[in-house]
Nanobody
Framework: QVQLVESGGGLVQTGESVRLSCAFS????????MGWFRQAPGKEREFVAA????????SYAKSVKGRSTVSRDNDKKTVSLEMNSLKPEDTAVYYC?????????????????WGQGTQVTVSS
């Protein structure tokens, strides 16, 4: 059974950076596309960034493109998201996602999995 465990996040100031990490276990990491979604209070879960199986293909939401980097380490079975120039509107619970199709979607296949989420709060 695939399990995803996020780390990082917390309270940061506007303009600062945050690095989120996600540890994958219980399956063959290289068979999964990995990514990040976020959900703010009262809003639907939305796509943030994703990285393909080999790490060569990436995708970003317009809201974070240019100030975020998603990467994976297939040896360590981890995926990371670094976000810079944070804004109060980046405040949300960030979820690690794994699925065996591309592009990643909040509507997952039966093989898809979510992490438990980690809070990022950006104060103004």
């Amino acid at each position: 059974q695939v399990q995803l465990v996020e780390s990082g996040g917390g309270l940061v100031q506007t303009g600062e950076s945050v690095r989120l990490s996600c540890a994958f276990s219980g399956g063959l990491f290289s068979q999964y596309a990995m990514g990040w979604f976020r959900q703010a209070p009262g809003k639907e879960r939305e796509f943030v960034a994703a990285v393909g199986w080999s790490g060569e293909i990436t995708s970003y939401a317009k809201s974070v493109k240019g100030r975020s980097t998603v990467s994976r380490d297939n040896d360590k079975k981890t995926v990371s998201l670094e976000m810079n120039s944070l804004k109060p509107e980046d405040t949300a619970v960030y979820y690690c996602a794994a699925d065996n199709r591309w592009p990643l979607s909040a509507t997952m296949t039966p093989s898809g999995r979510w992490g438990q989420g980690t809070q990022v709060t950006v104060s103004s």
